[in-house]
């Protein structure tokens, strides 16, 4: 059974850090692209970061480089998405995705399994 659990959200004043974990099971990770996405209320959900499965290749949406980091430990099948000075914008669930495909891609249709998501709140 596939499963993709998210952790690390939650209220955090602008300027601030959060450090989100996606544990993964159930099919074989290290041969997954992984994504980040966000959707905030009466939003669509967009794309935020994805990482190949050896970590060399990075995408990120434009209004999140520089503060945020994607990256992998394949041995513990998680990925991660460090943020840092965060802001008010950045409020949305967050959701980690698994994409079999060999290229990092930017599109949520292309992802096969996704997490339940988890909350992000930035106070100004």
């Known amino acids: 059974q596939v499963q993709l659990v998210e952790s690390g959200g939650g209220l955090v004043q602008a300027g601030g850090s959060l450090r989100l974990s996606c544990a993964a099971s159930g099919f074989t990770f290290n041969r997954y692209v992984m994504g980040w996405f966000r959707q905030a209320p009466g939003k669509e959900r967009e794309f935020v970061a994805a990482?190949?499965?050896?970590?060399?290749?990075?995408y990120y949406l434009d209004s999140v480089k520089g503060r945020f980091t994607i990256s992998r430990d394949n041995a513990k099948n998680t990925v991660y998405l460090q943020m840092n000075s965060l802001k008010p914008e950045d409020t949305a669930v967050y959701y980690c995705?698994?994409?079999?495909?060999?290229?990092?891609?930017?599109?949520?249709?292309?992802?096969?399994?996704w997490g339940q998501g988890t909350q992000v709140t930035v106070s100004s």
């Open positions: 995705a698994a994409d079999r495909g060999i290229f990092v891609r930017r599109e949520d249709a292309e992802y096969d399994y």
């Open positions: 990482i190949n499965w050896s970590g060399g290749s990075l």
